[in-house]
């Protein structure tokens, strides 16, 4: 069965102190990877799609990579405004299913 | 882009009663997704539609649920006989219809707790 995990649950920093959120799958056949922003209140906001082990992608503060095993969503000298639950999804390749598999999230908080 | 809009916001009903959500996707999405969501969970996948035609449901899906997309526009959920286990954010996605990779929009979601 697919299978998304995050660590940690939950990080704070301080404004300015870079860090990195791990995304761990386990997938038959991995057809892609994606991140996502959600707020409080909120659904989810897309963020990126990887789809190859080495494929990395970078969005202001942001930089999503991708190996064979795991992602890593780098975040550089983050702001406030970067406190979000970040989730990552992965959709298999086997059995044509269009179904994105989440993980429970990391829950960062930036503090000023 | 007016974005995908979700009615009601919230909803409280007591166990055993139905509940009916509605979702409205960004014009021209023919793809639209149901997922729901518990608290300190990742959305987990209910159903899809590709225009009026439903694609695929989660075997996890308890028959008390249906969804419906009539005319390939907005798509209605319902929960038939609530029970206190369906309480979560239901949350509706579209995208439009193409190749693979297409990110999904999601709405703010319908907040459902059964007493």
């Known amino acids: 069965e697919d299978q998304v995990t995050q660590s940690p649950e939950a990080l704070r920093l301080q404004e300015g102190e870079s860090s990195s959120l791990n995304c761990s799958y386990t997938?038959?056949?991995?057809?892609?990877l994606f991140w996502y922003r959600q707020d409080p209140g909120k659904g989810p906001e897309f963020l990126f799609t990887l789809y190859s082990a080495g494929e990395e992608k970078e969005k202001e503060r942001l930089k999503a990579t991708l190996t064979k095993k795991e992602s890593f969503l780098h975040i550089t000298a983050p702001k406030p405004e970067d406190s979000a639950t970040y989730l990552c999804a992965v959709q298999a390749l086997q059995g044509g299913s269009e179904k994105l598999v989440f993980g429970k999230g990391t829950k960062l908080t930036v503090n000023p | 882009d007016t974005g995908v809009s979700q009615d009601p916001r919230h909803k409280i009903t007591k166990r055993g009663q139905n509940v009916t959500f509605r979702c409205d996707p960004i014009?021209?999405?023919?793809?639209l997704y149901w997922y729901r969501q518990t608290l300190g969970q990742g959305p987990e996948f209910l159903t899809y539609?590709?225009?009026?035609?439903?694609?695929?449901k989660s075997r996890l899906l308890s028959d008390r649920f249906s969804a419906e997309r009539p005319k390939g526009s907005f798509s209605t959920l319902e929960i038939q006989r609530t029970e206190q286990g369906d309480s979560a954010m239901y949350l509706c996605?579209?995208?439009?219809?193409?190749?693979?990779?297409?990110?999904?929009?999601f709405g703010s979601g319908t907040q459902l707790s059964v007493l």
């Open positions: 996605a579209s995208t439009p219809s193409a190749g693979f990779g297409e990110k999904l929009f």
């Open positions: 539609f590709q225009n009026e035609a439903q694609l695929e």
């Open positions: 014009s021209e999405h023919n793809r």
């Open positions: 997938v038959s056949g991995l057809r892609g």
